[in-house]
């Protein structure tokens, strides 16, 4: 396994971390940034307001897009096992 290779791997690992954890935080941002506008427009400053429904959207985001994660995460699983029968680690 040269030096590419591990290149390949890392930048893989990135782009599946990218795709995993990308949907919910873009959610949980979004949804923060108009509450906290919604917030500053009535001058309500209550914690919860802003907790709740980050934590629904993030819930309906991986709702959605559960079965694309699960299916991203085995499939990056798979070929990296694959990977290191290659190698000759197992």
């Known amino acids: 396994m040269g030096e590419g290779d591990v290149a390949a791997a890392l930048r893989e690992a990135v782009l ?3 795709k995993l954890g990308g949907p919910p935080l873009l959610a949980a941002l979004c949804v923060g940034l108009a509450v906290s506008l919604v917030q500053a427009a ?4 209550e914690s919860t307001l802003a ?4 934590v ?16 991203t995460l085995t499939d990056y699983a798979h070929h990296m096992f694959d990977r290191i ?3 000759g680690g197992l």
């Open 51 to 54: 907790f709740v429904p980050k």
């Open 85 to 87: 029968v290659a190698v």
């Open 56 to 71: 629904i959207a993030t819930g309906a985001v991986l709702a959605l897009t559960g079965s694309f994660m699960v299916t």
């Open 16 to 18: 599946v971390m990218l």
């Open 42 to 45: 009535t001058q309500i400053n």
